[in-house]
């Protein structure tokens, strides 16, 4: 578990991105909370290659990332990390 820990978070970074005006307009237009045109989040093709279970194929064939799973993982390696800190500590 700590390698693929390892291997996961050095392989999905953060990334800023705006979406397209034409994408923006399907779903609305930008309303200053959920929708933005700029934007920011997980490359999905990033995540797909170390935890494919956390992405999904639309019906368009584009990928999105289920985020409520890849934050489950999270907090689970930031519970690992603050568990290893503080061993660290008490050496």
Not at 3 to 15: D, T, Y
Not at 38 to 47: I, K, L, P, R, S
Not at 58 to 73: F, I, M, P, W
Request: aromatic share 14%; charged share 35%.
């Amino acid at each position: 578990w700590l390698e693929f820990r390892r291997v996961l978070f050095r392989s999905i970074g953060g990334k800023t991105f705006d979406w397209k005006d034409d994408y923006i307009a399907k779903h609305g237009g930008e309303d200053g909370y959920f929708m933005r045109k700029n934007d920011f989040g997980v490359v999905a093709q990033d995540v797909e290659s170390v935890f494919p279970v956390a992405v999904r194929t639309k019906a368009d064939g584009s990928l999105a990332v289920d985020y409520e799973k890849l934050c489950a993982l999270a907090f689970q390696a930031i519970k690992e990390l603050k568990a290893e800190i503080d061993e660290l500590k008490n050496k």
